[in-house]
């Protein structure tokens, strides 16, 4: 019997190429998703490897100041990038807490993403970020908002023929001082997050000028607390506002009873949560240099 | 078919045949007979197959074998200088009492090799924290601590 290929093609022209030749074959990056669940549902594929394209695995910046991430790059070298450890420290939290170091070294930004599931944990801060997907095929290229991408447990607008290919985050830096804060609650550090959320905003002085909120375990998809954003955007982030925002956060997310955690307790963290990254992020934007 | 690799395994120029989608702990257990590395889990959580690919640590129960092709591999067996006398990290481990069963043991001594060639003196929370991806059954990682520890200072005072 004919033993299932892989193959590691060195540009995307290749990996289009092969997939067009090799029947019923999907993209692996990491793996650390897939090859988990392809055992469980004893699932056998041909497997096109991401992981030696170059333009999958680099970092560019962009004359505006943003950052493209090569969606195949492995996270532990996402995490020491200068570029983005200074402009996006709220994705570097979100690495430093996903799975352990042996996974980090071998799982990717695109993975995570296209594996779509609620507890992502690089979702919340690429959402706070303003992320965009750059997903290509072997004729397209077409960019979308990163919330427009997850739709659902396990399911993205990925089309068939399409890679994931590029995370595209919006300059951060702006004038006016900036902070951003994730915070992630697992049973121990290596487990699925039971809530996660990220914060990053821009201060005028006491004033909040700009603030994304987002969280993740708490609902079908990793989401924009848009309400709550609203009620702290332009103000100086008093108790009465943090106290608005967190009753919003608390009513708009819809977390499940699971073996984690019930959905109460998650419901409670999220107000939590976002009191303490929201507090921690104007820490941060008021004193400190970015 | 299968796929031919090469690449360096605890220093030497290796060669394997090996099925288009094998499992690199497989390719070393059973193909190139190195069973010090264990399988505990099969998905990534254990770190019992921790072994160094390019002088990373990774999983090996859910890395490609045709990945390594043209790497450095480093497994438990090349740490002992000529199979023989054992590694700093490796006596640590047995004077600090930090083994068991052994069973997780090669993954958490390569973990450490990977923790403390990044960060040669780390504190207890950034040894427990290196230790995220290493389960054990056995010693509640007080002692697996220590050893690391340990092994840690050997090292500096080896170099001054």
Redesign the interface.
């Known amino acids: 019997m004919?033993?299932?290929?892989?193959y590691?093609p060195r540009s995307l022209i290749d990996a289009f190429e092969l997939l067009a030749a090799v029947s019923d074959a999907r993209w692996?990056a990491g793996?650390?998703d897939l090859?988990?669940q392809a055992?469980k549902r004893s699932q056998s594929c041909g497997?096109i490897?991401l992981?030696s394209i170059e333009e999958l695995g680099n970092i560019t910046t962009e004359p505006d100041g943003g950052l493209r991430i090569g969606a195949a790059m492995v996270l532990?070298d996402v995490r020491k990038n200068r570029a983005v450890r200074k402009s996006c420290p709220v994705l570097c939290e979100a690495i430093d807490v996903l799975?352990?170091?042996?996974?980090r070294?071998?799982a990717t930004l695109g993975g995570n993403l296209c594996n779509a599931s609620p507890a992502a944990d690089t979702a919340p801060a690429l959402l706070a970020l303003d992320a965009r997907v750059e997903l290509v095929s072997a004729d397209s290229r077409r960019e979308l908002p990163l919330h427009d991408f997850i739709l659902g447990p396990g399911k993205t607008a990925l089309k068939v023929g399409e890679i994931l290919s590029a995370l595209l985050v919006p300059s951060q830096l702006e004038s006016g001082a900036c902070g951003q804060a994730f915070i992630r609650k697992g049973r121990v550090?290596?487990d699925l997050a039971i809530v996660s959320l990220a914060v990053s905003l821009s201060m005028d002085g006491d004033r909040c000028r700009d603030i994304r909120v987002a969280a993740g375990a708490v609902a079908p998809v990793p989401l924009r607390l848009i309400a709550a954003e609203d009620l702290l955007r332009d103000t100086e982030l008093d108790d009465v506002a943090i106290a608005a925002a967190k009753e919003s956060a608390m009513a708009t997310v819809s977390p499940i009873d699971d073996q984690r955690a019930s959905a109460f307790y998650r419901r409670q963290l999220v107000g939590v949560f976002l009191e303490r990254a929201v507090r921690r992020a104007a820490g941060l934007a008021g004193g400190e240099s970015v | 078919?299968?796929?031919h690799i090469q690449f360096e395994l605890n220093g030497r120029s290796t060669q394997a045949k090996i099925?288009?989608?094998a499992r690199l702990i497989d390719t070393l257990r059973e193909t190139l007979s190195h069973t010090g590395t264990k399988e505990g889990c099969?998905?990534?959580?254990c770190?019992a197959c921790?072994v160094l690919v390019d002088g990373?640590?990774?999983?090996s129960c859910?890395?490609?074998a045709?990945?390594i092709?043209g790497a450095e591999v480093t497994t438990i067996e090349g740490l002992a200088e000529g199979g023989r006398h054992l590694s700093p990290i490796q006596s640590a481990f047995l004077e600090s009492g930090g083994v068991q069963c052994g069973f997780c043991t090669p993954g958490m001594i390569m973990?450490t090799v990977?923790?403390l060639g990044e960060n040669p003196d780390p504190s207890e929370e950034e040894v427990r924290?290196?230790l995220?991806?290493?389960l054990c059954r056995c010693t509640g990682y007080v002692q697996i601590v220590d050893a690391i520890r340990l092994a840690a200072r050997t090292l500096q005072e080896g170099k001054s």
């Open positions: 004919e033993s299932l290929p892989y590691r692996i793996g650390t090859l988990v055992r497997l490897s992981r532990s799975g352990s170091r042996q996974i070294n071998v550090k290596m | 078919m299968s796929l099925e288009p989608q099969g998905e990534g959580e770190g921790t990373r640590v990774i999983n859910l890395y490609p045709a990945e092709d973990t990977g923790l924290d290196a995220t991806g290493n």
